[in-house]
């Protein structure tokens, strides 16, 4: 079993930056490729961004990319979502997920371990 757990949410303006943290514990996340979710109110869950296990392979919502970056470093067990460039749209609560393939995935249910989320709120 992993838990997963993010943190470094928070209000900004629009423009504005954030970096969200994802730290595993448990097991090592090291085998596991991870990925970026966000939901926000009134609105189904949807994919913001993925990475491989080693982090050679990245996946981005075309909503995000450009702004968005992903990134992960295995020797401290914690996944990165660096969030630059925020628009009002990007308001949700976003999620850390992790799963047992090597590669980036998209797809919410081949996901098999899931944070609580974190809230971020941008303000225009």
């Known amino acids: 079993q992993i838990q997963l757990e993010e943190s470094g949410g928070g209000l900004v303006q629009a423009g504005g930056s954030l970096r969200l943290s994802c730290v595993a514990s448990?097991?090592?996340?090291?085998?596991?490729?991870m990925g970026w979710f966000r939901q926000a109110p009134g609105k189904e869950r949807e994919f913001v961004a993925a990475?491989?296990?080693?982090?050679?392979?990245?996946s981005y919502a075309d909503s995000v990319k450009g702004r968005f970056t992903i990134s992960r470093d295995n020797a401290k067990n914690t996944g990165y979502l660096q969030m630059n460039s925020l628009k009002p749209e990007d308001t949700a609560v976003y999620y850390c997920?992790?799963?047992?393939?090597?590669?980036?995935?998209?797809?919410?249910?081949?996901?098999?371990?899931w944070g609580q989320g974190t809230q971020v709120t941008v303000s225009s």
């Open positions: 997920a992790a799963h047992r393939n090597i590669a980036p995935i998209r797809t919410e249910s081949e996901y098999d371990y």
């Open positions: 448990g097991r090592t996340i090291s085998s596991y490729a």
């Open positions: 990475i491989s296990w080693i982090g050679r392979s990245v």
